[in-house]
């Protein structure tokens, strides 16, 4: 259970084709919406209602294969994206300052920071977020879903452009993680845009001197294609008419609510289990070892 459900940070993003008529006259923290994959069996769906502790009364966003390809399609291969809406979720508006906070099961590839970031980055704040599946899969569609709940329920029109940009952020600090690991690629995301909102870059020679300076204060050997890469997307970032104080501040909660969570006694309890039976394993190596 604690391998497929991860507790942590963050978040994913995308979209508004098809509009559905659900609206939230007066969002409040504690409003609820779900999102469901078009494609899940009536025994699938059910299943994901009762994991979410969601009812069929809750508000409820169906998300289609097309609308995935749609806002993922330049990113990532039709073939990773798959023919098949599965990925669904719940996101439950939290009071200003709360953050946001990520809660995934079955999800493989995107991490709880990811969709924290790309999130933030389409101007999603303060919600507590859940995202599932039936199967293991990339995680990568959930985020259209969660963007398009977030507008229905707090009636906010996320620009398309931005939309488009948190996708690809995803996207593409799920494939650095692959070469430096979950954690440091999350980090160089955060610290680009916490030092894009204290102090704006003007130029692209300034932000690739940026993140070339990031880098290397976290101890990342960045290619030539990713440095690249970075720096295109960030360009195109920082030309959007995005709230870069709200988007520090959000980056700020996550942190908080990961230091929460660690702290939490529960938590503390699995780690000490844990450091426990990594020390009753040493010692049986040693009694092998040493006979």
């Avoid at 300076?213 to 890469?229: C, K, M, P, Q, S």
């Amino acid at each position: 259970m604690m391998k497929n459900v991860k507790r942590s940070w963050v978040l994913l993003l995308v979209f508004s084709l098809f509009m559905p008529m659900l609206v939230f006259a007066d969002a409040a923290p504690g409003d609820v919406i779900v999102t469901l994959g078009d494609s899940l069996s009536a025994e699938q769906r059910q299943a994901l209602l009762n994991e979410m502790g969601a009812t069929e009364n809750d508000p409820i966003v169906y998300v289609t294969n097309e609308e995935e390809h749609q806002y993922l399609g330049d990113y990532i291969s039709a073939s990773q994206i798959g023919t098949r809406a599965l990925s669904s979720s719940k996101i439950t508006l939290q009071e200003s300052g709360a953050g946001i906070n990520v809660e995934t099961h079955n999800i493989k590839w995107v991490s709880e920071a990811m969709y924290a970031n790309a999130l933030i980055t389409a101007g999603v704040e303060d919600a507590d977020i859940y995202v599932t599946a039936p199967v293991e899969v990339s995680g990568t569609a959930a985020l259209t879903g969660l963007i398009k709940a977030y507008e229905i329920a707090t009636e906010i029109e996320i620009p398309e452009e931005q939309k488009q940009i948190a996708n690809e952020e995803m996207v593409t600090t799920a494939e650095l993680s692959e070469s430096i690991g979950i954690e440091q690629a999350t980090e160089l995301m955060n610290r680009v845009k916490e030092e894009i909102a204290n102090n704006p870059v003007e130029t692209e020679d300034d932000l690739r001197e940026l993140i070339r300076r990031i880098a290397e204060e976290l101890g990342i050997t960045l290619t030539d294609e990713e440095l690249n890469g970075l720096v295109s997307l960030f360009m195109r970032m920082k030309d959007l008419n995005i709230d870069w104080n709200q988007v520090q501040e959000q980056i700020t909660n996550v942190r908080d609510n990961l230091g929460e969570f660690l702290n939490r006694e529960e938590t503390q309890g699995f780690i000490r289990s844990f450091l426990e039976f990594i020390n009753s394993l040493i010692d049986s190596l040693r009694g092998v070892f040493s006979s």
